[in-house]
């Protein structure tokens, strides 16, 4: 089912294009991938509610076919691409059903393979003429942009917090983004992180840090219903 992948997109140097197919290739060979290689085909599955609920599909076979067109021009619109396999899963399916224990069991795998193959923010530059490209590396970082590795520290120290402390941090997002929050369903909410600016996401991350530090509580004593993603998480509203 993996295919081969030519025409390495155009937008990003061939060694990151190598790791990228390491690391899809990786993550196909594992044996719990089998619903995340291709589209969802919820019609024949009976799941007429999908396309209601996921508003953007995607999958590993999608993933290959746009780097192959040469669609992507950064390391990290390739991350967030396959990222969203596991996201869509974990919004549409319940966190006790098998399913949903896959796509955790493939995200971690995912982190595994892209630290082991050391793919970082900094590898996902766009290819430019060489002083162009020594000009880029002298400005550093553009300073409006979230880098790839803050929204996951971000994410991960979400998954600490109390109740409380979740509750002020979606306040917050309502108050100084409100364009970043949308409604589920009655009882849920959904955050897109990458609908946050970089001075709303350091405030945010400020707010963050002072509740972890306040209101840490026992895992048994958390939110059930709450669902940390990594580029989305998924409250239960009050």
Known sequence: NSGKMAAPAKGLKKEVVQKI????????????SGPFREPVNYIELGLLDYPEIVKHPMDLSTV????????????EEVMADIQQCWEN???????????????????KLCKKTIAKLKINAKDGKVKRDKEESDEDDDM?????????????????????????????????VEDLCPTAVTDIDSK?????????????????SDLLQHQIQEDLEPPNKRMKAKQILLWKFICQKK
């Open 64 to 75: 290959k076919n746009k780097l192959r067109k040469a669609k992507y021009n950064t390391l």
């Open 188 to 204: 849920r909410l959904q955050i897109k992180l990458d609908d946050i600016d970089k001075e709303t996401f350091d405030k945010l």
């Open 140 to 172: 550093g970082a553009d300073p409006s942009m979230v880098p790839f590795e803050e929204k996951v520290k971000f994410t991960e120290k979400v998954r600490k917090l109390a109740p409380e402390g979740l509750t002020q941090l979606v306040k917050m």
């Open 21 to 32: 197919k390491s690391l899809i290739s990786a993550l196909e060979s594992d044996g719990q």
């Open 89 to 107: 899963c974990k919004l549409y399916n319940m966190p006790e059903s098998d399913i949903y224990k896959m796509a955790d069991h493939m995200e």
